[in-house]
């Protein structure tokens, strides 16, 4: 945990020049990219030995004002200054508690899922292992589901699918944006849920077979995973813009529901009744696996 609060930080002051900062600049002869270390402590109101502790690893017992403070300096974003909190918090023996997700989605949940017959949705976690899906939503991520790397090996995961099956360069119609956002929804669960050996296993796999997923990492982004719009190419219906809304479901810690929702009277929602004709009547598809 101390290497991700050290490099995080370094990244994150790297990024900024002192003009942008509001500082005066001095000669043109700057060793390091971004702010000086003397410059964040400066910006933050605080010593540089104290800047230099934090930037090292330490915020075991940081209080909320210097986190305030230090996200101020760093110009960080809401998701960026939920993750220092995130990463303060596992830094701080009383927080560091044990993730709990739900491993199993509800009955109730998949009879929602079943009733949701005109747009795509599924449950997923957040290593980005799908659940369960309604029929449609399969039907949309059918390259997904029927990606060999999942044939003897679950549960399906679109980061997996994204990195690791040629074919994914296919569905994602913008693949270098949608990595990058992958990434960063990955690194925000990292600070989320520190204790969760299999997300920190999948990390390590992906790092380790994908050059590409490892140097999206090592940019320490992060980013919420809320709403947008997907951009896809389905093999079966073209080139598709979906807008989508991710919602965590409150009774299931770690579960969201993904849903996708196209405009009235699109392309879309042309090529989605011709999905749902193809996928036939809507029942749900639950994982085997947990």
Excluded: C
């Excluded at 509001?22 to 700057?30: D, F, H």
């Excluded at 060999?148 to 099956?165: C, E, I, M, Y």
């Amino acid at each position: 945990m101390a290497a991700a609060v050290r490099e995080f930080l370094r990244s994150r002051r790297a990024r900024i020049t002192p003009e942008q900062a509001g500082l005066p600049v001095y000669g043109g002869n700057r060793r390091v990219p971004g702010l000086r270390r003397e410059e964040v402590a400066l910006l933050a109101g605080m010593s540089i030995d104290y800047y230099v502790r934090l930037e090292r690893g330490n915020l075991s017992g940081v209080s909320d004002s210097v986190l305030e403070s230090l996200a101020r300096a760093l110009q960080l974003n809401e998701a960026e200054r939920t993750h220092l909190y995130d990463l303060a918090r596992a830094a701080t023996p009383s927080g560091r508690r044990p993730s709990v997700t739900a491993s199993r989605v509800r009955p109730t949940i998949l009879r929602m899922l079943d009733s949701m017959t005109g747009v795509p949705a599924y449950v997923r976690n957040g290593r980005f292992d799908i659940l369960a899906a309604n029929a449609l939503g399969r039907a949309l991520y059918a390259p997904v589901f029927d990606s060999p790397l999942f044939a003897q090996r679950g549960p399906v995961n679109t980061a997996r699918f994204l990195f690791l099956d040629p074919a994914g360069h296919d569905l994602w119609a913008d693949w270098d944006n949608a990595a990058d956002d992958l990434v960063a929804f990955l690194r925000s669960e990292t600070g989320r849920s520190p204790q969760d050996k299999a997300l920190t296993d999948m990390i390590g796999e992906l790092t380790t077979r994908s050059d590409v997923f490892a140097r999206r990492w090592a940019r320490h982004d992060v980013k919420f995973h809320r709403s947008g719009v997907k951009h896809l190419r389905h093999p079966l219906v073209g080139e598709l813009a979906l807008p989508y809304e991710a919602m965590e479901l409150p009774a299931d810690p770690g579960l969201r529901i993904n849903v996708y929702t196209p405009e009235p009277d699109s392309p879309e929602q042309e090529a989605l009744g011709i999905l749902a004709s193809w996928a036939g009547t809507g029942t749900v598809v639950p994982s085997t696996n947990d």
